[in-house]
């Protein structure tokens, strides 16, 4: 157990809609990124919240976007949702703004648009 | 931009026999990190290489860290099916026109081993 919580472990919803994930980091970790895992596609880096502020942006689409709140749990919203939006969603965290430090991953939700 | 190529994209051994992926920047790296995901898991952390030409092991793991810190191996002696699962490399990177770093990641190697 790393200590990172997600939830919904799994999410079915149709193209269109809007979904939201959640993720609470590590006790006392400041930063928290999200990543998307689709098959045979490895792990897309999406975006990178520290203590509340956008600190870097990967291949994030439109569609989506990210908030980090003052508790630093963070949320992931995803809409008009497509079928190739179908994927595993981790989010991680680390206690230290930059990327030197180990990142822990939450279990993931499981995304399925139909 | 910046890219992390790892190969093998998939490897398939014989318990007892040694597996090594490869992992390589288009750039240099300050550092590279490893990570294993288990089937049906998520990412668990393995370690991180930080200097030139670094060598740490963790049992039957060798990990190294090239010499121009462009390249980076992983190597494990005598698989057990333990070892199973998918093993990323990933390196710092900064994104265009960004000030902030990201992770680059490989895009892994999936071992399986038979008993």
């Known amino acids: 157990d790393s200590g990172v919580t997600q939830t919904p472990k799994h999410l079915i919803t149709a193209t269109g809609q809007r979904v939201t994930l959640r993720c609470s980091p590590r006790s006392g970790d400041l930063s928290v990124y999200w990543y998307q895992q689709s098959l045979d596609q490895g792990l897309q880096f999406l975006i990178h919240y520290y203590n509340g502020e956008e600190r870097a942006k990967g291949n994030i689409l439109e569609r989506f976007s990210a908030q980090q709140f003052p508790d630093l749990h963070s949320e992931l919203n995803l809409s008009s949702l497509e079928l190739g939006d179908s994927a595993l969603y981790f989010c991680a965290s680390s206690f230290h703004a930059d990327t030197y430090n180990e990142q822990f991953f939450g279990p993931g939700t499981r995304l399925t648009v139909l | 931009g910046q890219q992390v190529m790892q190969i093998p994209q998939y490897q398939h051994v014989q318990e007892g026999e040694d597996f090594t992926t490869y992992c390589n920047s288009s750039t240099t790296l300050s550092n590279i990190q490893w990570y294993k995901q288990r089937p049906g898991g998520h990412p668990v952390f393995l370690i991180q290489?930080?200097?030139s030409g670094e060598v740490k092991k963790q049992k039957r793991l060798t990990f190294q860290f090239g010499e121009a810190k462009k390249n980076s191996s992983l190597h494990i002696t005598a698989t057990q099916t333990t070892d199973v699962g998918t093993y990323f490399c990933a390196g710092p990177a900064f994104p265009e026109g960004g000030n902030n770093r990201k992770l680059i990641w490989g895009l892994g190697t999936s071992l399986a081993v038979n008993p």
């Open positions: 290489l930080v200097k």
